[in-house]
């Protein structure tokens, strides 16, 4: 077992409303130094009578200043009373949890897609930034799905900074009309990788468009946790090949994900 | 200050164990708590072969607790005993072996591979999983049912057996008795109530499975109950469980009549609870003058 996660009660530093319903938050932690790109961490309330931890994906890290930025959309109690939090405010965290995007992946690659959707979107950008380290930027693109106008844009501009930017919305508002993969083809994007989280249609097309297209696709997944850790084996999904863990092709999201190769995966 | 305690011949260095299914093998948790300070590990429960278990979602929360119904997914006993059992040979803990079957014939089998393993102290067998179809709560139901795999059990067993009870009964006093009188070495107590919750915007059942498994703080005062009936309705020890979140927690099963007590879901809201369970304990003895915990099993 690698000693790579910890716990660690983290200081809230900032905490805004940057689209409607989202959230991003900057935390005090140790933790952001052991964190790559694509991990998540558990993070608990301060209910009595929430006593789960919550899975939320690492948006980005400095690991030389100790910030760890967590992007979240308010779906229930616990985003909730993350979104009420002030600055000062102390979070316990269990991390940084999960496989993580293969980056090495990228390597010699020239066509380089991140694809993400709604709240799928966060994780993308810490990976963008470390691909950056190791590739010019017209080399990465990323494709955002957005709702619309009228519930907001969030992250563009930092994501900017980093490649190329291709934006989808459902309401037409911005940039194609339509889904994700409209996008790429309207912008007549190519692709000889493909890193992808959001929700669940998406993935399936995303898996789908990488199919067709020959391209290897990282998928992130998401699904309801109880421990986080590998213990509880709440967070299943079908695969493919038998992995080294279930030995009944069930591998657990938490940790021989949430990252898996879209072929592996039945989704 | 004596915390160890004796169940079926076999010492516990302190009362505290983890409940099964919520700890793995302590594989993973064994980065937060130091598995040489428990006094037992209780692994996930293992079959004769591997198990898928249900479709998902297979976890949800609820107040002050949550409901599960993972299905007893397991690799089956051959990766168990090569990888499970084999990582807990380096820790200084009594292992507790988690037993489910679909019949008879699949409980005897894993019973019987591990007859001959030195690492495995006792055996729990699981006759009360609410999750899965055929066997597991079928045994563990009917006083008769659970009285005949009790003793088909124990005629063949080398380690000392533990029955794991399920609440969902009427008298768990006839169920403790039936293991009992089948010849288990000890019962366990309680393993998760039957639930169900549904998703109101969405129209669903929270669980693939629609019902689940109640575990959690919200359980405790049911558990508390059926621990002191139990253990007043047979002379073999107890071990008391359903959801302990602190030390006073588990100090109130021991005085209820457990001999011992297991942290389950609580695991999860923080993964260092047993540790501070075991130091709680510590403390109240210190703070109360008990001398020997054992002073405490069952003086209500």
Known sequence: MENSMIRDEAEVLTNKEIADGVWRMELKTKLAALAKPGQFVMVGTHSDSHLLMRPISISEFEKDDNILRLVWRTVGYGTNEMAAARPGEVFSLLGPLGNGFPVQDADNKKHILLIGGGIGAPPLLGLMKTLRETHPADEITAVLGYRGKATGLFLTEEFEKYGKLVISSDDGSVGTHGTVIDAIRENGLKADIIYSCGPMPMLSAVKKYAAENGVRAWISLEERMACGVGACLGCVVKTKHEDHHSHVNNARICTEGPVFDAEEVEI | ?300
């Not at chain 2, 299914?21 to 064994?30: L, Q």
């Open chain 2, 1 to 300: 200050m004596n915390t160890e305690v004796k169940i079926a011949g076999v010492t516990f260095k302190n009362p505290v164990m983890d409940a099964s299914g919520t700890f793995g093998s302590g594989i993973e948790y064994s980065v937060f708590t130091d598995l040489n300070r428990l006094g037992a590990v209780v692994t996930k429960g293992v079959a004769d072969h591997p198990w898928p278990g249900n479709p998902t979602p297979r976890v949800a929360e609820t107040p002050s607790g949550m409901m599960n119904a993972i299905g007893l997914q397991n690799p089956g006993i051959d990766v168990f005993v090569e990888r499970d059992l084999k990582f807990l040979e380096d820790y200084d803990t009594n292992v507790i072996v988690n037993v489910c079957g679909h019949s008879k014939e699949e409980y005897l089998n894993v019973v019987e591979r591990l007859a001959d393993e030195k690492r495995v102290d006792m055996l729990e067998i699981n006759v009360s999983c609410p999750n899965v179809k055929e066997g597991g709560i079928a045994f563990g139901t009917r006083p008769e049912a659970l009285y005949d795999i009790t003793k088909a059990i124990k005629e063949i067993a080398k380690q000392p057996v533990i029955m794991k009870l399920s609440p969902n009964v009427t008298s768990i006093a006839d169920m403790a008795k039936a293991a009992e009188d089948g010849g288990a070495d000890a019962i366990s107590l309680i393993n998760t109530l039957t639930a169900m919750k549904i998703d109101i915007y969405k129209r669903k059942f929270a669980l693939a499975n629609k019902t689940g498994g109640l575990s959690g703080p919200a359980i405790r005062p049911v558990a508390v109950r059926m621990v002191y009936e139990a253990s007043h309705a047979v002379k073999i020890p107890v071990i008391g469980m359903g959801g302990i979140a602190t030390a006073e927690d588990a100090i109130e099963f021991m005085m209820a009549g457990a001999s011992a007590v297991a942290v389950g879901m609580y695991n999860f809201h923080d993964p260092t609870a047993m540790i501070k369970v075991i130091d709680g304990i510590e403390d109240f003895m210190k703070k109360t003058g008990v001398n020997d915990i054992k002073e405490i099993i069952g003086c209500v």
